[in-house]
């Protein structure tokens, strides 16, 4: 009979020797979209609808997809996923993690990113693990990091399907809410060595002659995770925000059908994307990469945004111009306050009567004490930030370089508008936004027109569409993003968003964090002078901006489209209706003909509610 002492177990500790080094440049290693191939045109809707010229010119849109009761989320989330491994031919062993994001799901309990399991059924459950991945020259894993160390042999031993990860929802932001927690699980502790896959799928359908019923679409993006991306995810610049807003909503019980506060969500939209961009621009101030009410829009190459519709994102874009504007302005004035204080002290006059304006409300002192801190770790590895930050020692000097706003007559502190209510500032005014509209047509043609060229030929895909917008920016300029930062908007009803940045990795001359200044306009001051390093690009050659470019054959893809008159697009929606709300079993009816060769569809609904999927073959 065994004793109480020796059936006790020992102590427990949660420590497992050193930590292993940090995986470095973690980001986006490939991209792949899938865009369904039938087709309706705007023109042709609009014609129907007798509104010339409403949804070409009114919301920018040129198409919009849309499937039969064939596909939905989870078979265009298997062709998206199926599609990235095949052609940057990524094995299933080098997946440990796979997240999903959609607002169009099939079963209440059971998650789409079950039925990409289905693609992992032949990976080995035992046995040793693939070895080091990508980015493995920076990340000793595997057995590059001395066998005696117990947290290297785990990584080493990581077999197994990827059951790290579930499906997030939170309307069009769970792409984004994916990909973070794809990022956060290879910068942590649990990470096992290989890549995360993060896929997002949707179909955006409206009730016919709804309003809405012009920004519809559909289609699926799938990115894959790892260190040594040649687009890395930057940690430090990042603003969000989230409020509780009924603008958008899919109650349960209705049809296929959301329910929408029109003009909610587009003050929802603009007012959280002003929000992001002020707490950006505060955090990269505290931090000493901007200066005191430098703008962030020349620091980037490219904007991408959520896309409901084309127009939008464009009234998007002149929001964060305001608010770099407004920015400025504030500092402006806050240092022409600080001098005739100077001034008035000098003469013997009191304090001046006027206290900080905007920024430095925006970041208190102990944010800003730790975001430097932050940095300092991050460039010179837990060196004093104080000698780090350039842009933080220069003090409150204002960017003096002009906007395209500059011309204009924008004042809200002469209304009474303080600085934090400035992204909410004349939302509904029709002149202001026509002014906005044609004072940033440059910033549009040179920094959002290639990301939004797919977009307005797909419409709105809800958590793909982001991702959407990035596919067609890479397909169009390629390895000319290296060195580049990309400025990217997410938001998602309800409400959730966020203002986040990638920066391109090319290879040659690229500096220690990712970027690399390249005009006086793009990255001029990176905050860090002096510390520019060669970089040579990702190691990996399946995951460059160059083979991204090729794998994602967007030309081909679009050439591949079948369009369909107003009749037929009708007559499908009410397919899928009648499909949403129909008893088990149930037979699709849509025609095979219209899924694409290699894409997944729907077969059968059994009696019992199991929904059935299979490949349909390449030729």
Request: include cysteine.
């Amino acid at each position: 009979m065994l004793s109480a002492e020796s059936s006790s177990p020992p102590s427990a500790s949660w420590r497992h020797g050193p930590d292993l080094p940090r995986p470095e440049a973690v980001g986006i290693l490939a991209v792949s979209v899938y865009v369904p191939r039938q087709k309706v045109s705007m023109s042709d809707l609009e014609a129907v609808d007798c509104c010339p010229g409403k949804y070409r010119v009114g919301l920018g849109q040129d198409e919009m997809a849309f499937v039969s009761d064939r596909e939905d989320a989870a078979s265009m989330a298997l062709t998206a996923a199926h599609t990235l491994m095949e052609r940057y031919s990524v094995r299933p062993e080098e997946i440990g993690h796979v997240q999903v994001a959609t607002e169009s799901g099939v079963d209440r309990s059971k998650s789409i990113k079950s039925h990409l399991l289905s693609l992992f059924n032949t990976q080995a459950q035992a046995g040793p693990g693939p070895g080091p991945g990508p980015g493995s020259k920076q990340q000793p894993g595997g057995g590059e990091a001395g066998g005696a160390d117990g947290l290297a042999d785990a990584r080493a031993a990581a077999v197994g399907p990827p059951s790290e990860g579930a499906d997030v929802v939170h309307a069009c932001f769970g792409g984004t809410a994916a990909l973070m927690a794809a990022v956060a699980w290879v910068e942590s502790r649990r990470w096992d060595g290989r890549l995360a896959l993060v896929v997002a799928s949707d179909v955006a359908l409206y009730a016919p002659g709804s309003p809405a019923r012009a920004t519809g679409g559909c289609g699926a993006a799938a990115l894959l995770v790892g260190p040594d991306a040649p687009l890395v995810l930057d940690p430090l610049w990042y603003g969000t925000h989230g409020e509780h807003a009924y603008d958008f909503w899919k109650p349960l019980g209705r049809l296929p059908y959301p329910a929408v506060d029109g003009p909610l969500t587009l003050d929802q939209f603009l007012g959280a994307e002003g929000r992001c961009a002020l707490r950006l621009a505060a955090r990269l101030e505290a931090a000493g990469e901007l200066r005191r009410g430098e703008a962030l829009l020349p620091r980037c190459a490219a904007f991408l945004s959520h896309a409901p519709f084309n127009k939008l994102l464009r009234k998007g874009l002149a929001r964060v111009a305001l608010m770099d504007e407004l920015r400025r302005r504030a500092a402006e004035a806050e240092r022409d306050a600080a001098g005739a204080g100077s001034a008035d002290r000098r003469e013997g006059r009191g304090g001046g009567g006027l206290a900080p304006a905007g920024p430095s409300e925006a970041a208190p002192a102990a944010a800003e004490r730790w975001v430097a801190e932050w940095v300092g770790e991050q460039r010179d590895g837990g060196a004093p930030a104080e000698a780090s930050c350039r842009a933080a020692e220069e003090g409150q000097q204002v960017a003096e370089a002009p906007g395209p706003l500059r011309g204009l007559d924008l004042d809200p502190a002469k209304e009474g508008v303080p600085y934090e209510s400035y992204p909410m500032w004349r939302l509904g005014d029709k002149g202001l936004e026509g002014a906005l509209a044609e004072a940033t047509q440059g910033l549009w043609g040179s920094k959002a027109e290639d990301g939004a060229w797919l977009q307005k030929q797909v419409g709105n895909s809800y958590t793909a569409s982001l991702w959407q917008g990035l596919a067609s920016l890479v397909w169009r300029r390629g390895p000319a993003l290296g060195g580049r930062r990309l400025l990217l908007y997410s938001y998602g009803s309800g409400t959730l968003a966020s203002l986040f940045s990638l920066v391109g990795r090319a290879g040659s001359g690229t500096s220690g964090r990712g970027s690399a200044p390249s005009t006086a306009t793009e990255e001029s001051t990176n905050g860090f002078a002096g510390h520019v390093e060669q970089d040579p690009g990702p190691a990996d050659p399946r995951f460059t901006l160059e083979a991204m470019r090729t794998a994602l054959a967007l030309g081909d893809l679009m050439a591949s489209r079948t369009a369909r008159s107003v009749e037929q697009y009708d007559a499908v929606a009410k397919q899928v209706e009648a499909a949403y709300g129909a008893p088990a079993p149930y037979e699709p009816v849509g025609d095979l003909a219209d899924v694409a060769p290699g894409a997944y569809c729907l077969t059968r609904v059994d009696e019992i509610g199991r929904r059935r999927y299979e490949r349909k073959a390449l030729t």
